[in-house]
DNA sequence: CCGCGTATTTAGATCGATCTACTACTTTGC
DNA sequence: GCAAAGTAGTAGATCGATCTAAATACGCGG
């Protein structure tokens, strides 16, 4: 009968729904939820009473009784990072078609802010944490979260042990320096990445090993992964540097990309360039950048899955998923680049 | 005594602190919650008998009895939005000072998910929504948020009433307009925001005042708003097209200076360009983008702190906030473009 | 028509905090 | 010296769901 919520009489409760379709409390409860215990038709009957009061499900109550919030803790260590947004977008998706809310916090990559972010998380009592380590967490974090009984799983960023969700880091820059090296290239050298983590090192690895397999010398050029960073540092290579660049990631490359244009040199032609991740922008950059795909998405979406099957069975042994890298070739390698110069001829005759 | 947390035992509850302390429940909950009403050395006592037992505080039984949750719902309409993710993260840190937790959600611009994680916010009890509404939301939604009880706030875009923080776009690209109009251009079409919302209408109508002001016609040429659609639409323009653009945001004008290039034509020399937000990457942009600066992590905090006065008071009229917008005259509007094939002469000499 | 197993439904305790209203004990005022 | 006011602490109800264990209904063989 009372057919549209009233603001002013108190939000209906599980015992108004009860009372409406006259079973009992327990009855309605089990009704919601959907429960293969009752009748269909009771079922039926409770939730039609439902809709009438235009009753809300209350999960702070739930959550209490049953310790089960369907809220999911998620650090991201650097939101800002087009990188790590598409991967909370790919988390939040996944996340939020199993029926869970993600509660979000951005570290900035410190990791007090992620201790206090971690607490409370805990006090909100989230069912598990999905998070990429700000640079400098020790592995025993995984130690304590497992002691606060709260499910992890690493995304990207990693330690050698625990359920985990990333790109094969190795193999991606390994592609890259090996397409590089196949076009002619010699003098290829790694930029960025100097944090000392799991994805730096995996990223300089493939490179070094591919290099020291053709006999050549690794060189690493350190610079903050940023584009702001990069674009400064690339600005003041000369002439004499490497003709080729091998980044850390595709902001890197963006930022190389801006540096090279600013000392007067044309990325793609007079310095081959690769980058990781590629994310949205990579396509349609000039130009267009050759990069080593690991979409960013599908990391998100396999870290959730991972973390649902630990909440579902907290003993199973940590999973850990590496997904396969390809290499999207484009123009910023040097291959069939067309160049700003010829067009600009072409088209004034 | 009991030191150390034992993952064994269950998790302390305030009545085991109390007796730990040895005064009631009540008092170590008012104590945990450092009140005034309690003599200095209780308080004390009851806080370190909870430091001993490894207390964590247990906010889902809080919010069942008090209401309150210390939790916001975040709606962004775009997270892999560079200008929406800094918001994000201003946001974030806001809330997270002031001691709540950020549930956030993805609407990916789409009303029909917005509407349903509205409904889980709800049932989760967040305590107030902060969000951009998806293109295509209906006023009428601030009603049904203000029916439901929730106080809500928008950002960035908005709706003609309710409590909002944004810039004040038809100042910014007034300005930005007019700057170009001062260094001689007469040809000057505005770029991208076909979507018919609030921002698109704002940064629309300063550009075209602006124009007719000086006598001239404004000219749309509507793009979607994103790198790769910008670059394909600019690559398609003629040096018979406009001799400057205003762009709708940074992306935009970062992919117009994409689409230029593949043209053959040279940003800030053959075709002048304005953005719209500053993000990260205009300054280290090539050419450096000169551009409308509204600081994307001061709507966010502004935006937070609106929410949390009407969380305190929701009886208090809804308060709008409209963040001034200051021109950043960087080199892709023409002024002081040090042009590569300048340097490239200047290096071979 | 009884007893037994299975399918449904239910009563009442429970999760862990907060809130209200009350007690006990001081202090103050006159 | 006694009422009024103030201070510090407490008992017990309460928030709204879930959970456990038990009651009831139903079907069927004998």
């Known amino acids: 009968m009372a057919g549209i919520p009233n603001p002013a009489t108190k939000r209906a409760r599980i015992a108004d729904v009860a009372l409406e379709a006259g079973v009992a409390r327990s009855t309605a409860a089990l009704a919601l939820r959907d429960s293969p215990r009752l009748r269909v038709e009771t079922r039926l009957a409770v939730q039609q009473a439902a809709e009438r009061l235009g009753y809300v499900y209350n999960r702070s109550a739930a959550r209490l009784r049953s310790g089960r919030s369907y809220v999911i803790g998620m650090l991201v260590c650097e939101i800002t990072n087009p990188f790590y947004a598409e991967l909370t977008a790919g988390v939040q998706a996944a996340l939020e078609s199993a029926g869970y809310a993600v509660l979000l916090a951005n570290t900035a990559e410190s990791p007090v802010r992620q201790r206090r972010m971690l607490e409370r998380f805990r006090e909100q009592s989230v069912d598990g944490i999905i998070m990429m380590p700000a640079t400098g967490t020790p592995a025993s974090l995984l130690d304590e979260l497992d002691e606060w009984g709260l499910p992890c799983v690493t995304v990207v960023r990693g330690f050698r042990r625990g359920a985990h969700a990333g790109p094969d880091n190795a193999t991606g820059t ?123 998405v599908d990391i998100g979406i396999a870290g959730a899955r991972i973390l649902l099957d630990r909440i579902q069975d907290p003993s199973a042994p940590a999973r850990r998923e590496t997904l396969a890298p390809t290499l999207m070739v484009r123009a910023s390698c040097g291959a069939g680049l067309r160049l700003p110069a010829a067009r600009r001829k072409a088209r004034t005759t």
Chains 1, 2 share one sequence.
Request: proline share 5%; with cysteine.
């Open 174 to 296: 390994r592609l890259a320096t090996e397409h590089l090296l196949r076009l002619g290239h010699r003098d290829i050298a790694f930029l960025g990445g100097a944090a000392r983590n799991s994805v730096s090192s995996g990223r300089w690895e493939g490179y070094a090993r591919a290099m020291t397999a053709s006999g050549l010398m690794p060189l690493h050029l350190p610079c903050r992964t940023d584009m702001g960073e990069a674009s400064d540092f690339v600005a003041t290579l000369t002439s004499a540097g490497p003709t080729a660049l091998v980044c850390f990631n595709d902001s890197v490359a963006f930022g190389a990309s801006l540096g090279l244009l600013r000392a007067g040199r044309q990325p793609g032609r007079d310095v081959a360039l690769t980058g990781f991740d590629d994310i949205r922008e990579a396509s349609s950059w000039f130009p267009p950048l050759t990069t080593v795909r690991v979409a960013a």
